[in-house]
C-alpha cells in the first residue's frame, strides 16, 4: 500500500487552509464587479447597434419597397428585457405582396452581428399585428 489512502482517510489539509483568505476573495471580487461592467457595456454597445440597424431597415424598406410604415416591437424597446441574444424585430406597412420575400432578404443581410426580423404587417396573424401596434415604435 505504499502511497495510497485508505478509504475513509482525511486529507492532511486543515479546514482553514481550504477557505478562502479576505484577500483572495476581494481580488474575486473586484474582478467580478470588472467583469459585469465589460458586460453591461457590451450589451449596451449591442442595443445601440440594434437600433442603428432598425434604422437602416426603416430606410430601406421605405425608399426600396414602398413601405408607408415601420415599427420597432419587442425586447429592444424595453432595456430591461434586451441580452446578448435579443434581434431586431420589426413590422413595415405597405409593403407589396411580390416584394415581401426581397424585402425579408434585404433587412436580413444589414445586420451581420444581429439578426433582423420582418413582420409584413399585410399578411401576419391577427393576434400579431394587433400586439404591434399596441406596442410598436414607428421610425
Given amino acids: 500500500m505504499c502511497g495510497s489512502k485508505h478509504v475513509g482517510q482525511r486529507d492532511k489539509t486543515s479546514m482553514a487552509e481550504q477557505r478562502i483568505s479576505e484577500e483572495d476573495m476581494a481580488v474575486y471580487k473586484a474582478a467580478a464587479k470588472l467583469q459585469q461592467q465589460k ?12 437600433w442603428e440597424v ?9 425608399t426600396n419597397f414602398g413601405a408607408q ?5 419587442g425586447s429592444l424597446l424595453r432595456s430591461e428585457c434586451f ?31 444581429i439578426e433582423v426580423n420582418l413582420v409584413d404587417m399585410n399578411t401576419c396573424r ?6 404591434i401596434e399596441q406596442e410598436g415604435q414607428e421610425i
Avoid at 39 to 50: I, V
Avoid at 91 to 103: K, M, P, Q, S
Fill in 126 to 131: 391577427e393576434s400579431l399585428r394587433l400586439s
Fill in 83 to 113: 441580452n446578448r441574444w435579443s434581434d431586431v424585430d420589426i413590422a413595415a406597412w405597405g409593403l407589396a405582396l411580390e416584394d415581401t420575400f426581397r424585402a425579408i432578404g434585404a433587412v436580413m443581410d444589414l445586420g451581420e452581428d
Fill in 69 to 73: 410604415r415601420v415599427a420597432v416591437f
Fill in 39 to 50: 458586460e453591461e457595456e457590451q450589451l449596451l454597445c449591442r442595443r445601440e447597434r440594434a
Fill in 54 to 62: 432598425a434604422r437602416q431597415a426603416a430606410a430601406l424598406l421605405k
